[in-house]
């Protein structure tokens, strides 16, 4: 399918970098300035369709509302002169944090601080525009080439007024490693929802693994419902007592014992560096723009995952102790490094808006009915969300999960 001629008079188009179900996109230069720019247009079979416009036109509305360092900007969106409707977003040229996981397995304790904090910016920035992200996982955050992350894909986003988890036919929406209970019952979600989520990558970064792991869709649906969450200490012993606790909170299975919101659990973190718990993260300089997270010993490579802060406090000075517990035990590379890739390329491209098959979901009653089964529910693909994995650039990249 041809970039749009209309778009053409504005964008140089380069390549072709994924077509999924609902949309395809390009990766193109804005002419009269050179931007490198990822293009999402609307596959012209919906072009009369409602629903899906309705859904590409929030899709751009929500996320357009939102700007952050972690959060993937949009450029602009619109519909084209032959009727077809496009979104332009910023270009992230690096990894996702699902790619990166594959390579590592788990990463450094410090590393996974320095993640949180960016994750938990960038959804809290969501929040305050009255947003729930509702698909956060690996796969939607990516690290650019200056280690700083950026969350993608508001394909299933919500706001807050508006936020069951069913579609309008009453189907669930979303990923099951990172689904909350709420989300899986079909109640209404809320900020709360996004720190469960949040908690589950969190929890994957430093066990190695997924709080509730497995291949059975159903299985893990219902782990998330009424399975005991192993404690993080059992499959990291390098893991603080104090960031675990952290990370368990915001797992909670009911949603009023959670954190509330980003904030709390930034909090929370910065909390990792009193007295008592003999951890510090050090703050960036204030009045500059979010930068990696520093340890008070500095780990290699240089290039880390950004911390800002978006309370404004004034930081004390940081104490001259590290992570002394994750430094007993040794683990995988301490950067979140960009391996090169074997086929000559050492970058791959991602677009901030990467995901562009539309949901094909799981309805509630299949659900359901798969829950109160006695027996086996049947063997699922342990690649394989309740909705349809999104399509992946041509290339290369790793397929998502």
Known sequence: MSFPPSLAQRYEPIELLGKGGMGIVYQARKKDTGLLVAVKVLISDFSQDQEMRDRFEAEARLAGRVHHTNVVGIVESGETDEGRLYMITELVEGKSLRQILDKLKKLPVPKVIGLGRALLSGVGAIHQQGIIHRDLKPT???INRQGTLKIIDFGIAKEIANSSMRSASGELLGTPWYLSPEQIRGDKTSPATDVYAAGAILYEAIAGQQPYPGDNLFAI??????TKLTPLGDLAPECPEELA?????????AASDRYQSCDEVLAAIRALGSERSGLYVREPPRGTAPTAAEVTQPLQPP???PSPDPSGEKQPQPRQRSIARAQRTSGPPSGISQPPSPGGRNLWVFVGFLAMALAATLTMALILKALNRSGDPGSGDPADP????????TGSVAAPR
Do not use: C, F, W
């Open 221 to 226: 649906l219902e782990a998330h419902l009424s």
């Open 386 to 393: 309740v909705h349809a994995p999104r399509a992946t650039p």
């Open 245 to 253: 606790g952290v990370i368990q909170k915001m797992l909670a299975k």
């Open 140 to 142: 939607n955050l990516l």
């Open 303 to 305: 290039t880390q995952l």
